[in-house]
């Protein structure tokens, strides 16, 4: 098939998933055009049948913002139609789903068939918002065929925009080649911790639906009652207010910002315990990436990291906020050795079953098939 796909190229969740989609479909013979402002994150090697098409904005004094969404939505009618794609697979949904609609347009024909996936905040947080509510509802409708990363997700854009069309869930997947317990040869735990210390770390865009703070406060819970090391990866907003926090409780020598990496499997082998305490979450990417490392996660109920985790099985869920309750669950694990073993090894083995690549990409290729009706 030939496939187009856009997203945001940034270091967040949706364009982490597009971009291993499109990775994994190009290794199974497809040819897959990604469409975006920059190189996606992680498409950092070179690989055969993926390209990459560059969208341009021209600045002009009199906009404020350049138009990036009709240049999206042009440089998507030219790839369409030199390339002939049959599917444009958009991920988040504002404004990629409008621009792929508007491509369509452009070009007036039947082909290709445009797919929305939908992530998160695209519906919780930026779609619902009155000033995208209306032009979000109408593009998602006017898509061929819609996916959500979770039923948590799907249940909420059915409440939220009153979808009446099938939306199909295909849950976020992980690299197993990538994502799996085990030493790496480039970075020993010695590098990031003293050998006495266990190692907690946590990954996200520091943004305030991830509750940095609760972060250091389950972390300096933990620290109190065993030695522990802190291991900070992203970029955000927040970062300002957490290195204020982290001063304030004194915890400066115990963590450490590591900044946004791409090869994140690196650290989650080396740590003990993943904290993800966000307020909501639609799936928690990160959070299947560091169970397939093996590393129990501590987290959040009532969102869709309850499709992922599973309580006092591979990490333990509270409600938002339960700082104490999270330390806890951590303390129980670090100080009971057989247990954490066992739940680093139901991590590993749950997420194997559930959510390895080669069992989503293939929900996807079907998926595919059967919107293109073939
Ligand atoms: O808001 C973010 O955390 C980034 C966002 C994104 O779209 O880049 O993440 C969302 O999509 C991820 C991939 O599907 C999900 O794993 C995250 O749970 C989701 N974030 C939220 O729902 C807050």
Request: net charge negative; aromatic share 10%.
């Amino acid at each position: 098939m030939k496939i187009g796909i856009t997203c945001y190229p940034v270091a967040g969740g949706s364009g982490i998933v597009a971009t291993e989609l499109g990775r994994k479909l190009a290794e199974r013979g497809h040819q897959v055009h990604f469409i975006s402002y920059a190189l996606p994150f992680r498409l950092d090697v070179y690989q055969q049948n993926l390209f990459f098409h560059e969208v341009e904005t021209t600045a002009y004094p009199l906009f404020k913002h350049p138009p990036y969404t009709l240049a999206l939505a042009t440089k998507m009618a030219e790839v369409i139609s030199h390339y002939g794609l049959e599917i444009l697979h958009v991920h988040y949904a504002v404004p990629h789903a409008t621009c792929a609609f508007l491509a369509k347009q452009l070009i007036e024909c039947t082909r290709p068939k445009i797919i929305t996936t939908l992530h998160g905040t695209d519906i919780t947080l930026v779609g619902s918002d009155p000033s995208y509510y209306d032009i979000t509802r109408f593009s998602i409708n006017a898509s061929d065929g819609i996916t959500a990363v979770s039923r948590y997700l799907a249940d909420e854009t059915v409440r939220e925009f009153k979808i009446s069309k099938e939306i199909r869930v295909i849950h976020n997947f992980f690299d197993s080649e990538r994502f799996n317990p085990g030493d790496d040869p480039c970075c020993k735990r010695n590098y990031l911790a003293n050998p006495d210390e266990f190692i907690i770390s946590h990954i996200s865009n520091f943004r305030p639906v991830k509750r940095l703070i609760d972060v250091i406060d389950i972390f300096d819970k933990i620290q109190m009652k065993v030695p522990a090391r802190l291991l900070l990866i992203g970029e955000g907003p927040d970062a300002v207010l957490a290195r204020r926090q982290i001063n304030k409780k004194g915890l400066t020598d115990k963590v450490k910002f590591l900044g946004n990496q791409s090869r994140v499997e690196v650290v989650l082998r080396l740590s003990d315990i993943f904290l993800l305490p966000s307020e909501e979450e639609s799936f928690g990417l990160a959070a299947l990436e560091a169970l397939a490392c093996g590393v129990p996660v501590i987290s959040t109920s009532g969102t869709g990291l309850t499709e992922v985790i599973e309580h006092g099985v591979n990490g333990y869920l509270h409600q938002v906020g339960d700082t104490s309750a999270m330390a806890d669950s951590a303390l129980e694990l670090l100080q009971n050795k057989e247990k954490h073993a066992l739940f680093r090894e139901k991590a590993h083995t749950l997420a194997d079953e559930r959510f390895n690549a080669d069992r989503i990409i293939s929900e996807y290729e079907q998926y595919y098939q059967e919107i293109l009706g073939v």
